[in-house]
């Protein structure tokens, strides 16, 4: 085990009343602090090596309270963090650069910042600019830098040297994608060759993407430890405010609006199918009763693939549909049709019914995961990606 937290708790010291805080100034501490704030409660998990981790949660929720703790930056109230090996957390990129000296000048004295030895610097300076694409501009003073140039110098810095924990904290705004791709390959071999790589971000695509697990906290406790999709799919309740502990989901929200629920895929021939094929245009047809007035009604479905990504999401909002309104006992039936223009592969339908354009705004009825269903691909050329465009090609020799 490389990282373990066993019941670890941390909190500060805080006041009730604003008149406490001055209190505590004029004794220098000794009255006026009454109220403790808990950061974390009783936080307990183990990362094996290899495992790329992705820790979600609203701002305030303690994360960055559980990474200082990690990195041995502050201690615990209660508990114990185990952490065998090197631990490098990527932060504020590029901050302790000193403009006046040249890229490879900050190198050498970032790198001893962030525990190389000089040898270790010498041997992978070469290959730090060319990583960070910066080669020709090893010798300019980093004020001449962009500030998307000094960020990847910076990644490249850090990352030179494999180290046992990675922490990548919002730190993938380095550049433009082709750049974040080569940062991901880079964590990639890292976890290839038994790092552990602790991923937070508030990208919910990239750490379904990349990571094999997902915690959720909030409010300084650990309320979801699983599968990425699962994970998405409770946090996304969890912001809508759908429910107030994720033990109680059940995926639906006011559902005291909807009766006599149905839903479902139907192919050309008019069946209804969970099998799909790629090409095929088929209908998602969504049905319900009022149980009391309803006014301004938005219906909208989205299609998600096994890690979480976003496929596809649409509403009959965004396209430009009159409103729905209804008394109670009236029932509507709502039809979307559409090509099946993703890959082969398993998928989630969820659906809400709302006021507006988003279901934020409120809802009668959402279910993040109504449904799985598959899509196959008969009488087609294979292709690949996440995405199935009809393509015709030719060719011709000219001599």
């Known amino acids: 085990m490389v990282l373990e937290l066993n019941q670890v708790s941390k909190s500060y010291q805080g006041f009730s009343k604003a008149w406490h ?65 090197t631990v490098r957390a990527l932060l504020e990129l590029g901050l302790g650069f000193n403009a006046e000296l040249s890229g490879e000048e900050n ?49 490249s810095l850090a990352t030179a040297i494999r180290p046992d924990i990675l922490i990548v904290d919002e730190a993938l705004a380095v550049g433009d994608a082709s750049f974040q791709q080569k940062c991901l390959k880079r964590f990639r071999a890292f976890l290839q060759e038994g790092s552990i790589v602790l991923f937070v971000s508030h990208d919910l695509a990239l750490v379904s993407t990349f990571c094999s697990r997902v915690l959720i906290l909030e409010k300084g406790e650990l309320v979801f430890d699983g599968a990425p999709k699962v994970g998405m799919d409770r946090y996304m309740q969890l912001v809508a405010g759908e ?81 729905i309104a209804l008394d109670a006992n009236d029932k509507a039936v709502v039809r979307f049709h559409f090509p099946i223009y993703f890959s082969e592969g398993k998928y989630s339908l969820g659906f809400a019914i709302h006021q507006g354009e988003s279901h934020l705004e409120g809802s009668y009825l959402w279910r993040e995961v109504a449904c799985d269903f598959a899509v196959e691909r008969i009488n087609l050329p294979k292709s690949v990606g996440i995405s199935y465009i009809p393509t015709k090609a030719d060719a011709k020799i000219i001599r």
């Open 243 to 323: 429910i107030e502990t994720l033990e109680e989901a059940n995926f639906i929200r006011a559902s005291e609006f909807i009766q006599e629920l149905d839903f479902g895929f139907y192919r050309d021939n008019g069946l209804k199918s969970q099998l799909l094929y790629v090409g095929e245009t088929v209908s998602l047809k969504i049905q319900f009763s009022a149980l009391t007035k309803m006014q301004n009604v938005t219906v909208g479905f989205h299609i998600d693939d096994e890690r979480g990504n976003r496929i596809y999401g649409t509403n009959t909002f965004l396209l430009q549909l009159e409103p």
């Open 21 to 85: 805080r001055l209190l505590t100034g004029l004794t220098f501490g000794y009255f006026g602090l009454d109220t403790k704030l808990y950061a974390l409660r009783k936080i307990s998990f183990s990362v094996q090596k290899g495992e790329a981790l992705g820790i979600i949660g609203r701002n305030g929720a303690g994360k960055s309270t559980l990474l200082k703790l990690i990195a041995k930056v502050t201690r615990p109230d209660q508990g114990k963090v185990s952490v065998l090996g």
């Open 107 to 155: 190198v050498y004295y970032n790198g001893l910042v962030w525990g190389y030895s000089p040898q270790q610097i010498k041997d992978h300076i070469d290959e730090i600019f060319s990583f960070a694409e910066l080669s020709e501009y090893r010798n300019v003073p980093v004020k001449n830098y962009s500030s998307g140039m000094a960020m990847r110098l910076a990644f």
